[in-house]
Protein backbone atom coordinates (compact mmCIF):
# COMPACT_ATOMS: atom_id res chain seq x y z
CA UNK A 1 0.00 0.00 0.00
CA UNK A 2 3.01 2.35 0.60
CA UNK A 3 4.26 2.99 -3.11
CA UNK A 4 5.30 6.12 -3.97
CA UNK A 5 5.23 7.60 -8.00
CA UNK A 6 6.61 11.26 -8.79
CA UNK A 7 5.52 12.03 -5.05
CA UNK A 8 2.50 10.57 -4.39
CA UNK A 9 1.05 7.73 -2.05
CA UNK A 10 -0.80 5.42 -3.67
CA UNK A 11 -3.74 2.54 -1.74
CA UNK A 12 -3.54 -1.02 -2.94
CA UNK A 13 -5.53 -0.37 -6.15
CA UNK A 14 -3.04 1.47 -7.45
CA UNK A 15 -5.18 5.05 -7.02
CA UNK A 16 -3.89 7.67 -5.46
CA UNK A 17 -4.40 7.26 -1.32
CA UNK A 18 -6.47 10.82 -1.17
CA UNK A 19 -8.58 9.89 -4.04
CA UNK A 20 -9.63 6.24 -2.47
CA UNK A 21 -10.50 7.57 0.79
CA UNK A 22 -12.63 10.19 -0.72
CA UNK A 23 -14.28 7.06 -2.62
CA UNK A 24 -15.29 5.27 0.52
CA UNK A 25 -16.09 7.91 2.53
CA UNK A 26 -18.94 8.43 -0.65
CA UNK A 27 -19.67 4.63 -0.46
CA UNK A 28 -20.26 5.45 3.29
CA UNK A 29 -22.52 8.26 3.00
CA UNK A 30 -24.62 6.77 0.15
CA UNK A 31 -24.85 3.88 2.48
CA UNK A 32 -25.99 5.96 5.84
CA UNK A 33 -28.03 8.30 3.18
CA UNK A 34 -30.25 4.50 1.87
CA UNK A 35 -30.66 3.88 5.46
CA UNK A 36 -32.11 6.53 6.57
CA UNK A 37 -33.85 7.36 3.49
CA UNK A 38 -37.42 5.69 4.42
CA UNK A 39 -37.75 7.76 7.27
CA UNK A 40 -36.87 10.70 5.46
CA UNK A 41 -39.97 10.35 3.14
CA UNK A 42 -41.93 9.12 5.31
CA UNK A 43 -41.27 12.61 7.51
CA UNK A 44 -41.33 14.49 4.15
CA UNK A 45 -44.57 13.51 3.06
CA UNK A 46 -46.75 13.55 6.60
CA UNK A 47 -44.75 16.07 7.76
CA UNK A 48 -42.82 18.78 5.45
CA UNK A 49 -45.46 18.32 2.95
CA UNK A 50 -48.30 18.93 5.00
CA UNK A 51 -46.71 21.98 6.48
CA UNK A 52 -46.21 23.76 3.29
CA UNK A 53 -49.66 22.94 1.94
CA UNK A 54 -50.95 24.77 5.19
CA UNK A 55 -48.89 27.52 4.59
CA UNK A 56 -49.67 27.92 0.91
CA UNK A 57 -53.97 27.63 1.60
CA UNK A 58 -53.31 30.16 4.03
CA UNK A 59 -52.76 32.87 1.20
CA UNK A 60 -54.19 31.08 -1.62
CA UNK A 61 -57.51 32.85 -3.34
CA UNK A 62 -57.56 31.41 -6.54
CA UNK A 63 -61.16 30.95 -6.70
CA UNK A 64 -62.42 34.55 -7.02
CA UNK A 65 -60.05 35.01 -10.39
CA UNK A 66 -60.98 31.57 -12.01
CA UNK A 67 -64.69 31.53 -11.48
CA UNK A 68 -64.80 35.18 -12.61
CA UNK A 69 -62.05 36.21 -14.76
CA UNK A 70 -63.65 38.60 -17.31
CA UNK A 71 -65.17 40.48 -14.39
CA UNK A 72 -61.79 40.51 -12.16
CA UNK A 73 -60.14 42.00 -16.00
CA UNK A 74 -62.86 44.53 -16.10
CA UNK A 75 -62.95 45.45 -12.51
CA UNK A 76 -59.41 46.33 -12.03
CA UNK A 77 -60.29 49.49 -13.20
CA UNK A 78 -63.44 50.44 -11.46
CA UNK A 79 -62.90 53.29 -8.41
CA UNK A 80 -64.64 52.20 -5.26
CA UNK A 81 -64.36 55.55 -3.93
CA UNK A 82 -66.94 56.68 -6.41
CA UNK A 83 -69.78 54.51 -3.97
CA UNK A 84 -71.46 54.23 -7.64
CA UNK A 85 -71.35 50.39 -9.00
CA UNK A 86 -69.18 49.12 -11.69
CA UNK A 87 -69.70 49.69 -14.95
CA UNK A 88 -72.53 47.77 -17.42
CA UNK A 89 -69.39 45.68 -19.19
CA UNK A 90 -68.59 44.70 -15.12
CA UNK A 91 -72.19 43.13 -15.37
CA UNK A 92 -72.28 41.63 -18.74
CA UNK A 93 -69.06 39.65 -17.77
CA UNK A 94 -70.79 38.96 -14.11
CA UNK A 95 -73.17 37.07 -16.18
CA UNK A 96 -71.45 35.02 -18.61
CA UNK A 97 -69.13 33.83 -16.16
CA UNK A 98 -71.69 33.49 -13.82
CA UNK A 99 -73.75 31.52 -16.18
CA UNK A 100 -70.62 28.94 -16.41
CA UNK A 101 -69.79 28.81 -12.98
CA UNK A 102 -73.55 27.53 -12.09
CA UNK A 103 -73.37 25.24 -14.55
CA UNK A 104 -70.52 23.83 -12.66
CA UNK A 105 -72.18 24.35 -9.64
CA UNK A 106 -68.76 26.77 -8.82
CA UNK A 107 -71.14 29.79 -7.98
CA UNK A 108 -71.81 28.30 -4.43
CA UNK A 109 -68.26 27.53 -4.02
CA UNK A 110 -67.55 31.23 -4.96
CA UNK A 111 -70.50 32.82 -2.76
CA UNK A 112 -69.16 30.86 0.58
CA UNK A 113 -65.91 32.36 0.26
CA UNK A 114 -66.80 35.98 -0.21
CA UNK A 115 -69.21 35.34 2.46
CA UNK A 116 -66.38 34.65 4.87
CA UNK A 117 -65.74 38.69 4.43
CA UNK A 118 -69.05 40.08 4.18
CA UNK A 119 -71.77 38.51 5.61
CA UNK A 120 -74.54 37.78 2.76
CA UNK A 121 -72.79 36.88 -0.56
CA UNK A 122 -73.20 33.12 0.08
CA UNK A 123 -76.79 34.01 -0.21
CA UNK A 124 -76.31 36.48 -2.91
CA UNK A 125 -74.46 33.70 -4.95
CA UNK A 126 -76.83 31.14 -4.45
CA UNK A 127 -80.33 32.75 -5.07
CA UNK A 128 -78.57 34.85 -8.22
CA UNK A 129 -77.53 31.43 -9.70
CA UNK A 130 -81.38 30.34 -9.83
CA UNK A 131 -82.42 33.32 -11.83
CA UNK A 132 -79.51 33.28 -14.92
CA UNK A 133 -81.83 31.66 -17.02
CA UNK A 134 -84.47 33.82 -16.51
CA UNK A 135 -82.09 36.71 -16.82
CA UNK A 136 -81.28 35.20 -20.25
CA UNK A 137 -84.66 34.29 -21.37
CA UNK A 138 -85.20 38.31 -21.33
CA UNK A 139 -83.44 38.27 -24.64
CA UNK A 140 -84.22 34.78 -25.73
CA UNK A 141 -87.90 35.36 -26.19
CA UNK A 142 -87.94 38.04 -28.37
CA UNK A 143 -84.73 36.45 -30.35
CA UNK A 144 -87.22 33.55 -31.10
CA UNK A 145 -89.97 35.67 -32.26
CA UNK A 146 -87.87 37.71 -34.39
CA UNK A 147 -86.52 34.62 -35.97
CA UNK A 148 -87.84 30.74 -35.76
CA UNK A 149 -83.95 29.41 -36.97
CA UNK A 150 -83.31 30.84 -33.09
CA UNK A 151 -85.08 27.70 -31.61
CA UNK A 152 -82.96 25.20 -33.48
CA UNK A 153 -79.86 24.01 -32.22
CA UNK A 154 -78.51 23.07 -35.15
CA UNK A 155 -78.93 26.48 -36.57
CA UNK A 156 -76.68 27.84 -34.14
CA UNK A 157 -73.77 25.61 -34.38
CA UNK A 158 -73.76 26.20 -38.17
CA UNK A 159 -73.76 29.75 -37.79
CA UNK A 160 -71.58 29.87 -35.32
CA UNK A 161 -69.14 27.05 -36.75
CA UNK A 162 -65.91 27.68 -39.01
CA UNK A 163 -62.36 28.05 -38.85
CA UNK A 164 -59.40 29.69 -37.56
CA UNK A 165 -60.96 29.86 -34.24
CA UNK A 166 -58.87 27.33 -32.54
CA UNK A 167 -57.49 29.39 -30.16
CA UNK A 168 -60.50 31.04 -28.79
CA UNK A 169 -61.65 27.44 -28.25
CA UNK A 170 -58.36 26.28 -26.63
CA UNK A 171 -58.51 30.18 -24.45
CA UNK A 172 -61.98 29.26 -23.38
CA UNK A 173 -61.15 25.60 -22.43
CA UNK A 174 -58.19 26.36 -20.00
CA UNK A 175 -60.83 28.88 -18.37
CA UNK A 176 -63.13 25.44 -17.81
CA UNK A 177 -60.23 23.71 -16.55
CA UNK A 178 -59.12 26.20 -13.96
CA UNK A 179 -62.10 26.68 -12.76
CA UNK A 180 -63.10 22.67 -12.01
CA UNK A 181 -59.54 21.81 -11.89
CA UNK A 182 -60.12 19.26 -14.79
CA UNK A 183 -58.28 19.46 -17.94
CA UNK A 184 -61.46 19.16 -20.09
CA UNK A 185 -59.30 17.39 -22.87
CA UNK A 186 -61.00 15.92 -25.59
CA UNK A 187 -62.79 16.63 -29.22
CA UNK A 188 -65.16 18.95 -28.80
CA UNK A 189 -67.04 18.45 -32.36
CA UNK A 190 -66.90 22.25 -32.68
CA UNK A 191 -64.54 24.89 -34.18
CA UNK A 192 -65.26 28.73 -33.80
CA UNK A 193 -65.23 30.75 -36.43
CA UNK A 194 -62.87 33.66 -36.52
CA UNK A 195 -65.35 36.13 -38.69
CA UNK A 196 -68.27 35.47 -36.59
CA UNK A 197 -65.88 35.52 -33.34
CA UNK A 198 -64.75 38.82 -34.49
CA UNK A 199 -68.04 40.20 -35.46
CA UNK A 200 -70.28 38.60 -32.23
CA UNK A 201 -67.58 38.62 -30.10
CA UNK A 202 -69.70 37.85 -26.45
CA UNK A 203 -71.88 35.35 -28.80
CA UNK A 204 -69.17 33.55 -29.55
CA UNK A 205 -67.58 33.38 -26.32
CA UNK A 206 -70.81 31.95 -25.03
CA UNK A 207 -71.00 29.57 -27.36
CA UNK A 208 -68.14 27.87 -26.95
CA UNK A 209 -67.90 27.72 -23.42
CA UNK A 210 -71.60 25.91 -24.25
CA UNK A 211 -70.13 23.56 -26.56
CA UNK A 212 -67.04 22.33 -24.66
CA UNK A 213 -69.19 22.32 -21.74
CA UNK A 214 -71.62 20.07 -23.45
CA UNK A 215 -68.73 17.65 -25.23
CA UNK A 216 -66.82 17.12 -22.40
CA UNK A 217 -68.83 17.52 -19.63
CA UNK A 218 -72.38 16.10 -20.63
CA UNK A 219 -70.86 13.90 -23.57
CA UNK A 220 -73.76 15.39 -25.89
CA UNK A 221 -73.40 15.88 -29.35
CA UNK A 222 -73.11 20.13 -29.71
CA UNK A 223 -74.84 20.59 -33.14
CA UNK A 224 -78.07 18.40 -31.47
CA UNK A 225 -77.90 20.50 -28.01
CA UNK A 226 -80.06 24.14 -27.66
CA UNK A 227 -77.73 26.64 -26.59
CA UNK A 228 -77.73 28.08 -23.31
CA UNK A 229 -80.18 31.11 -21.96
CA UNK A 230 -76.65 33.09 -22.00
CA UNK A 231 -76.11 32.65 -25.66
CA UNK A 232 -78.85 34.75 -26.06
CA UNK A 233 -78.03 36.72 -23.71
CA UNK A 234 -74.55 37.45 -25.64
CA UNK A 235 -76.03 37.92 -28.87
CA UNK A 236 -77.75 41.09 -27.04
CA UNK A 237 -74.67 42.54 -25.94
CA UNK A 238 -73.48 42.38 -29.00
CA UNK A 239 -76.56 43.59 -31.00
CA UNK A 240 -75.88 46.76 -28.45
CA UNK A 241 -72.12 47.49 -30.95
CA UNK A 242 -72.99 49.74 -33.27
CA UNK A 243 -69.65 47.75 -35.25
CA UNK A 244 -71.47 44.79 -34.58
CA UNK A 245 -74.68 46.43 -35.98
CA UNK A 246 -72.76 47.41 -39.10
CA UNK A 247 -70.58 43.95 -39.48
CA UNK A 248 -73.88 42.51 -39.73
CA UNK A 249 -75.20 44.49 -42.62
CA UNK A 250 -72.10 43.15 -44.99
CA UNK A 251 -71.90 39.44 -43.04
CA UNK A 252 -73.21 36.77 -46.07
CA UNK A 253 -72.22 33.72 -44.07
CA UNK A 254 -74.68 31.13 -42.62
CA UNK A 255 -77.33 32.71 -40.19
CA UNK A 256 -77.12 35.73 -42.33
CA UNK A 257 -80.23 36.58 -42.42
CA UNK A 258 -81.58 35.83 -38.85
CA UNK A 259 -79.03 37.87 -37.52
CA UNK A 260 -80.38 41.20 -40.43
CA UNK A 261 -84.20 40.40 -39.08
CA UNK A 262 -82.88 40.95 -35.31
CA UNK A 263 -81.08 44.16 -36.10
CA UNK A 264 -83.96 45.28 -37.85
CA UNK A 265 -86.06 44.45 -35.10
CA UNK A 266 -83.78 45.29 -31.86
CA UNK A 267 -86.60 48.20 -30.43
CA UNK A 268 -88.09 44.38 -29.62
CA UNK A 269 -85.17 43.42 -27.51
CA UNK A 270 -85.00 44.53 -23.70
CA UNK A 271 -83.42 48.15 -23.53
CA UNK A 272 -81.98 47.64 -20.02
CA UNK A 273 -78.68 46.55 -20.10
CA UNK A 274 -77.44 43.40 -17.57
CA UNK A 275 -76.82 46.11 -14.38
CA UNK A 276 -80.32 46.18 -14.62
CA UNK A 277 -81.28 42.77 -14.84
CA UNK A 278 -78.61 41.42 -11.80
CA UNK A 279 -80.50 44.87 -9.94
CA UNK A 280 -83.71 42.99 -10.66
CA UNK A 281 -82.67 40.03 -8.96
CA UNK A 282 -80.99 41.77 -5.64
CA UNK A 283 -80.31 45.16 -4.72
CA UNK A 284 -76.87 44.31 -3.49
CA UNK A 285 -75.70 44.01 -6.89
CA UNK A 286 -75.45 47.74 -7.03
CA UNK A 287 -73.99 47.96 -4.08
CA UNK A 288 -70.30 49.46 -4.09
CA UNK A 289 -69.56 47.31 -0.40
CA UNK A 290 -70.28 43.98 -2.39
CA UNK A 291 -68.28 45.28 -5.16
CA UNK A 292 -65.66 46.43 -3.25
CA UNK A 293 -65.10 43.42 -1.35
CA UNK A 294 -64.78 41.00 -4.71
CA UNK A 295 -61.90 43.84 -5.97
CA UNK A 296 -60.21 43.24 -2.96
CA UNK A 297 -60.18 39.09 -3.03
CA UNK A 298 -59.74 39.48 -6.62
CA UNK A 299 -55.81 38.24 -6.62
CA UNK A 300 -54.89 34.62 -6.50
CA UNK A 301 -52.95 35.63 -3.42
CA UNK A 302 -54.34 37.44 -0.28
CA UNK A 303 -52.90 38.53 2.90
CA UNK A 304 -56.82 38.42 4.20
CA UNK A 305 -56.96 35.30 6.31
CA UNK A 306 -54.09 36.00 8.25
CA UNK A 307 -55.48 39.82 8.76
CA UNK A 308 -58.41 37.69 10.08
CA UNK A 309 -56.65 35.63 12.45
CA UNK A 310 -54.54 38.82 14.23
CA UNK A 311 -58.54 40.40 14.52
CA UNK A 312 -57.92 42.48 11.10
CA UNK A 313 -59.40 43.08 7.89
CA UNK A 314 -58.77 44.24 4.78
CA UNK A 315 -60.94 47.33 3.38
CA UNK A 316 -60.61 49.62 0.46
CA UNK A 317 -58.75 52.01 2.10
CA UNK A 318 -56.13 49.59 3.93
CA UNK A 319 -55.44 47.58 6.57
CA UNK A 320 -57.89 48.23 9.66
CA UNK A 321 -58.60 46.79 13.14
CA UNK A 322 -61.70 45.02 13.38
CA UNK A 323 -64.60 46.78 15.74
CA UNK A 324 -63.84 45.29 19.56
CA UNK A 325 -66.76 42.83 19.27
CA UNK A 326 -65.66 40.72 16.53
CA UNK A 327 -61.70 40.13 18.22
CA UNK A 328 -61.66 37.25 19.10
CA UNK A 329 -58.71 35.46 18.20
CA UNK A 330 -55.78 37.67 19.77
CA UNK A 331 -57.71 36.75 23.27
CA UNK A 332 -57.64 33.22 22.00
CA UNK A 333 -53.81 33.08 21.39
CA UNK A 334 -53.47 34.76 24.94
CA UNK A 335 -55.78 32.02 26.95
CA UNK A 336 -53.78 29.54 24.65
CA UNK A 337 -50.42 30.19 25.97
CA UNK A 338 -51.34 31.02 29.27
CA UNK A 339 -53.08 28.45 30.24
CA UNK A 340 -50.99 26.09 28.50
CA UNK A 341 -48.12 27.57 30.82
CA UNK A 342 -50.41 27.31 33.98
CA UNK A 343 -51.02 23.24 32.84
CA UNK A 344 -47.05 23.13 32.61
CA UNK A 345 -46.68 24.34 35.91
CA UNK A 346 -49.54 22.54 37.57
CA UNK A 347 -47.66 18.89 35.85
CA UNK A 348 -44.53 20.00 37.65
CA UNK A 349 -45.53 20.76 41.26
CA UNK A 350 -47.69 17.42 41.09
CA UNK A 351 -45.37 15.05 39.03
CA UNK A 352 -42.51 16.13 40.66
CA UNK A 353 -42.93 14.50 44.24
CA UNK A 354 -44.20 11.52 42.05
CA UNK A 355 -41.38 11.04 40.13
CA UNK A 356 -38.83 11.06 43.02
CA UNK A 357 -40.52 8.84 44.77
CA UNK A 358 -40.60 6.29 41.57
CA UNK A 359 -37.24 6.96 41.34
CA UNK A 360 -35.99 6.57 45.24
CA UNK A 361 -38.47 3.80 46.34
CA UNK A 362 -37.42 0.18 45.96
CA UNK A 363 -37.70 -1.36 42.81
CA UNK A 364 -40.74 -3.53 43.19
CA UNK A 365 -42.62 -0.95 44.77
CA UNK A 366 -42.12 1.66 42.40
CA UNK A 367 -42.54 -1.18 39.23
CA UNK A 368 -46.48 -0.90 40.61
CA UNK A 369 -46.73 2.56 41.04
CA UNK A 370 -45.48 2.93 37.37
CA UNK A 371 -48.07 0.65 36.42
CA UNK A 372 -50.27 3.53 37.96
CA UNK A 373 -49.00 5.98 36.27
CA UNK A 374 -49.15 4.27 32.96
CA UNK A 375 -52.72 3.42 32.96
CA UNK A 376 -54.22 6.06 31.53
CA UNK A 377 -52.43 5.49 28.39
CA UNK A 378 -54.54 2.62 28.72
CA UNK A 379 -57.88 4.44 28.78
CA UNK A 380 -59.37 6.09 26.18
CA UNK A 381 -58.74 10.26 25.89
CA UNK A 382 -62.43 10.26 25.43
CA UNK A 383 -63.17 8.44 28.05
CA UNK A 384 -61.04 10.29 30.55
CA UNK A 385 -62.42 13.68 29.57
CA UNK A 386 -66.16 12.34 29.66
CA UNK A 387 -65.43 11.05 33.36
CA UNK A 388 -63.89 14.57 33.99
CA UNK A 389 -67.42 15.73 32.94
CA UNK A 390 -69.01 13.64 35.84
CA UNK A 391 -66.79 14.51 38.18
CA UNK A 392 -66.58 18.11 37.65
CA UNK A 393 -70.17 19.08 37.40
CA UNK A 394 -71.97 21.20 39.85
CA UNK A 395 -73.86 17.59 40.47
CA UNK A 396 -71.41 15.77 39.83
CA UNK A 397 -68.87 13.74 42.35
CA UNK A 398 -66.61 16.54 43.71
CA UNK A 399 -69.40 18.85 44.33
CA UNK A 400 -71.30 16.41 45.99
CA UNK A 401 -68.84 15.16 48.26
CA UNK A 402 -67.64 18.99 49.60
CA UNK A 403 -71.65 19.78 50.42
CA UNK A 404 -71.69 16.26 52.52
CA UNK A 405 -68.42 17.16 54.21
CA UNK A 406 -69.67 20.43 54.85
CA UNK A 407 -67.06 22.63 53.07
CA UNK A 408 -69.73 24.26 50.42
CA UNK A 409 -73.23 25.10 51.06
CA UNK A 410 -75.87 23.23 48.64
CA UNK A 411 -76.90 26.61 46.89
CA UNK A 412 -72.80 27.69 46.66
CA UNK A 413 -71.53 24.51 45.02
CA UNK A 414 -68.21 24.97 42.92
CA UNK A 415 -68.94 25.98 39.17
CA UNK A 416 -65.64 23.70 37.66
CA UNK A 417 -66.74 22.81 34.00
CA UNK A 418 -67.22 24.82 30.90
CA UNK A 419 -64.77 27.35 32.18
CA UNK A 420 -60.61 27.68 32.47
CA UNK A 421 -60.79 26.06 35.43
CA UNK A 422 -62.10 22.60 34.25
CA UNK A 423 -59.63 22.95 31.43
CA UNK A 424 -56.75 23.05 33.61
CA UNK A 425 -57.43 20.29 35.86
CA UNK A 426 -58.57 17.90 32.80
CA UNK A 427 -55.52 18.54 30.99
CA UNK A 428 -53.68 18.70 34.07
CA UNK A 429 -54.36 15.03 34.85
CA UNK A 430 -53.80 13.98 30.87
CA UNK A 431 -50.76 15.35 30.62
CA UNK A 432 -49.23 14.32 34.21
CA UNK A 433 -47.71 11.49 32.87
CA UNK A 434 -45.95 13.33 30.23
CA UNK A 435 -44.32 15.00 33.02
CA UNK A 436 -43.37 12.23 35.31
CA UNK A 437 -41.76 10.21 32.55
CA UNK A 438 -39.07 12.49 31.98
CA UNK A 439 -38.61 13.31 35.08
CA UNK A 440 -38.44 9.86 36.58
CA UNK A 441 -35.75 8.82 33.51
CA UNK A 442 -33.56 12.22 34.61
CA UNK A 443 -33.76 10.96 38.12
CA UNK A 444 -32.63 7.54 38.01
CA UNK A 445 -29.85 8.67 36.59
CA UNK A 446 -28.98 10.94 40.11
CA UNK A 447 -26.66 8.89 42.33
CA UNK A 448 -28.33 8.49 46.10
CA UNK A 449 -24.47 9.19 47.31
CA UNK A 450 -24.63 12.57 46.08
CA UNK A 451 -27.07 12.96 49.01
CA UNK A 452 -25.54 11.02 51.44
CA UNK A 453 -22.47 12.79 50.80
CA UNK A 454 -23.55 16.43 50.99
CA UNK A 455 -25.11 15.05 54.45
CA UNK A 456 -21.91 13.95 55.81
CA UNK A 457 -20.35 17.68 54.95
CA UNK A 458 -22.87 19.42 57.17
CA UNK A 459 -25.52 19.82 54.80
CA UNK A 460 -29.40 19.95 56.03
CA UNK A 461 -32.03 17.67 54.22
CA UNK A 462 -33.38 21.02 52.52
CA UNK A 463 -30.00 21.97 51.12
CA UNK A 464 -28.80 18.69 50.40
CA UNK A 465 -31.91 18.63 48.32
CA UNK A 466 -32.10 21.92 47.14
CA UNK A 467 -27.98 22.11 46.37
CA UNK A 468 -27.35 18.96 45.05
CA UNK A 469 -30.01 16.81 44.02
CA UNK A 470 -32.65 19.13 42.32
CA UNK A 471 -30.14 21.01 39.85
CA UNK A 472 -29.23 17.55 38.12
CA UNK A 473 -33.20 17.14 37.82
CA UNK A 474 -33.88 20.40 36.10
CA UNK A 475 -32.98 18.80 32.65
CA UNK A 476 -35.89 16.24 33.40
CA UNK A 477 -37.96 19.41 34.17
CA UNK A 478 -36.62 20.80 30.98
CA UNK A 479 -37.55 17.58 28.66
CA UNK A 480 -40.90 17.48 30.65
CA UNK A 481 -41.90 21.12 30.30
CA UNK A 482 -41.50 21.11 26.37
CA UNK A 483 -43.17 17.89 25.53
CA UNK A 484 -46.19 19.02 27.99
CA UNK A 485 -46.13 22.78 27.05
CA UNK A 486 -46.23 21.66 23.02
CA UNK A 487 -49.38 18.94 23.44
CA UNK A 488 -51.14 21.35 25.71
CA UNK A 489 -50.99 24.07 22.96
CA UNK A 490 -52.74 22.24 20.34
CA UNK A 491 -55.12 19.93 22.35
CA UNK A 492 -58.48 20.74 21.54
CA UNK A 493 -60.75 17.68 22.51
CA UNK A 494 -60.71 17.90 26.24
CA UNK A 495 -61.26 21.91 26.06
CA UNK A 496 -64.20 21.38 23.74
CA UNK A 497 -65.70 19.06 26.16
CA UNK A 498 -65.28 20.77 29.20
CA UNK A 499 -63.98 24.06 28.92
CA UNK A 500 -67.35 25.72 27.39
CA UNK A 501 -66.28 29.11 26.22
CA UNK A 502 -63.83 30.46 28.44
CA UNK A 503 -61.54 27.42 28.90
CA UNK A 504 -61.28 26.53 24.33
CA UNK A 505 -58.18 26.95 23.01
CA UNK A 506 -56.85 28.46 19.70
CA UNK A 507 -56.99 24.71 18.60
CA UNK A 508 -60.98 24.64 18.82
CA UNK A 509 -61.28 27.27 16.44
CA UNK A 510 -59.04 25.91 14.18
CA UNK A 511 -60.81 22.41 14.54
CA UNK A 512 -64.10 24.30 13.99
CA UNK A 513 -63.06 26.15 10.65
CA UNK A 514 -62.13 22.87 9.27
CA UNK A 515 -64.90 20.31 9.87
CA UNK A 516 -67.90 23.30 10.31
CA UNK A 517 -67.50 26.75 9.05
CA UNK A 518 -65.30 24.61 6.25
CA UNK A 519 -63.03 28.17 5.99
CA UNK A 520 -60.08 26.32 5.13
CA UNK A 521 -57.88 29.54 4.83
CA UNK A 522 -58.64 30.90 8.12
CA UNK A 523 -57.73 27.48 9.36
CA UNK A 524 -54.44 27.08 8.31
CA UNK A 525 -53.50 31.05 9.04
CA UNK A 526 -54.35 30.07 12.57
CA UNK A 527 -52.51 27.19 11.97
CA UNK A 528 -49.58 28.45 11.06
CA UNK A 529 -49.12 31.88 13.48
CA UNK A 530 -49.48 28.72 15.80
CA UNK A 531 -46.37 26.73 14.33
CA UNK A 532 -44.80 30.29 14.51
CA UNK A 533 -45.38 30.70 18.17
CA UNK A 534 -44.54 27.59 19.12
CA UNK A 535 -41.33 27.73 17.31
CA UNK A 536 -40.26 31.49 18.52
CA UNK A 537 -41.04 29.65 22.03
CA UNK A 538 -38.73 26.86 21.22
CA UNK A 539 -35.77 29.13 20.16
CA UNK A 540 -36.30 31.75 22.92
CA UNK A 541 -36.34 28.19 25.64
CA UNK A 542 -33.25 27.17 23.63
CA UNK A 543 -31.75 30.60 24.26
CA UNK A 544 -32.27 31.23 28.30
CA UNK A 545 -31.87 27.76 29.67
CA UNK A 546 -30.42 25.54 26.04
CA UNK A 547 -31.72 22.55 24.39
CA UNK A 548 -28.30 21.04 25.39
CA UNK A 549 -29.45 21.18 28.97
CA UNK A 550 -32.69 19.04 28.31
CA UNK A 551 -32.53 15.76 29.43
CA UNK A 552 -34.52 12.33 28.99
CA UNK A 553 -31.82 10.28 31.18
CA UNK A 554 -28.92 8.54 30.85
Not at 314 to 326: A, F, H, S
Not at 433 to 459: D, E, H, N, Q, W
Request: charged share 15%; net charge negative.
Amino acid sequence: MSDTTEGLVLAADGRPLKQSLRRALLRQKVRALMLIAPLLLFVVVTFVVPIFSMLFRSVENDIVPVTLPGVVTELAEWDSSTGMAPSEDVFRNLYIDLFKASEAKQHTRLGTRLNYEQTGLSSLFRTTGRGLDDIGEEWQDPLEDIDANFKDGAFWFEMMSGSDGDSLLEDRRDLWAEMIGESMAGDVGFVPSEQVAQMLPWTSRAYTDFAIWTAIADNDVVAEEDPWEAVYGALGMDLTNPDTVNAIGSYTGPGADALKAAVANLDMLPQDGFREAFAAESEDWVSPDVWATIKLYSPSVTPGYFLNAIDMQLTPDGVEQKPENQQIYTQLFIRTLVMALIITASCIVLGYPVAWLLANLPMRTSSVLMILVLLPFWTSLLVRTSAWKVLLQQQGVINEILVWLGFVNDADRLILMNNATGTIIAMTHILLPFMILPLYSVMKTVPPSYLRAAKSLGATNWTAFWRVYFPQSVPGIGAGSILVFILAIGYYITPEIVGGTSGVFISNRIAYHISSSLNWGLAAALGSILLVVVLGLYWCYDRIVGIDNVKLGG
